[in-house]
């Protein structure tokens, strides 16, 4: 006969743990069918949460990435200024740029050029906020807008300057204009212009005197006054 091999003993102490947890393992194993559906049973005494969109507005979180926006200045100037840089860093080739030249007449940015064409090609845009990073003036960012992206045609997705340049501020002016007087484009940039003095407000009433930003535009301190030259130093 041969010699059975030894069976593994517990120590004492070892086996009478194992026998007092014996009830909770039964438990566990009786349990364990359902205990998958822990997460599913405790939300059905939740309350229903259920957003009435399209009929209501979607909400979305405050860094939420919406469609783009031209921003101006306090004084209604463009601060898109054709340097096609946002155009450079898309990934997806989805935004055109073509710039020009700021003329004494048809001021529309600080400085010497504006975005003459702004085109997004939202069948292209990826939505990375590249294009946010790239620009130096923040003349482009993200809106929060959450807008239906969608058309009847593959052109009415390719979103044109006017669609994207942001509202006058309250109180400023619609381009183009002159500069505030006495300014570069660094005190734009610098934050510097807080909006319209009333050398620009009077050259667009002699030029556009039926522009409707007109009624509601509030100048400001000029270069004369004293905050105004200590913002500007």
């Given at each position: ?6 069976q593994p003993t517990r120590p004492d102490s070892d086996h009478e743990a194992w026998l007092r947890d014996a009830p909770a393992r039964g438990l566990a194993a009786l349990f364990a069918p359902v205990a998958g559906y822990g997460v599913t049973i405790s939300s059905m ?189």
């Open positions: 006969m041969t010699d059975q091999p030894d005494f939740r309350p229903v949460v259920t957003e009435q969109y399209p009929f209501e507005p979607a909400q979305v979180m405050p860094r939420y990435h919406g469609r783009h926006r031209l921003n101006r200045y306090e004084d209604g100037l463009e601060k898109c200024i054709g340097c096609e840089l946002c155009a450079w860093a898309c990934p997806a080739d989805a935004i055109y740029v073509e710039a020009a030249s700021n003329e004494p007449g048809q001021q529309y940015s600080p400085g010497e050029r504006y975005g003459r064409v702004y085109q997004i090609n939202y069948l292209r845009c990826i939505f990375c906020g590249l294009c946010i990073e790239a620009c130096p003036t923040r003349a482009l960012t993200m809106s929060t807008d959450f807008d239906e992206l969608v058309g009847p045609t593959r052109t009415g997705l390719i979103y044109e300057k006017e669609d994207l340049l942001a509202p006058v501020p309250a109180g400023g002016l619609e381009s183009p204009h002159p500069m505030v007087a006495g300014t570069e484009d660094g005190d734009y940039y610098r934050g510097a212009v807080t909006g319209p003095t009333q050398e620009q407000i009077d050259w667009v009433r002699a030029h556009r005197p039926e522009d409707p930003s007109l009624s509601t535009a509030q100048p400001v301190p000029g270069p004369e006054d004293p905050a105004m030259k200590e913002a500007l130093r």
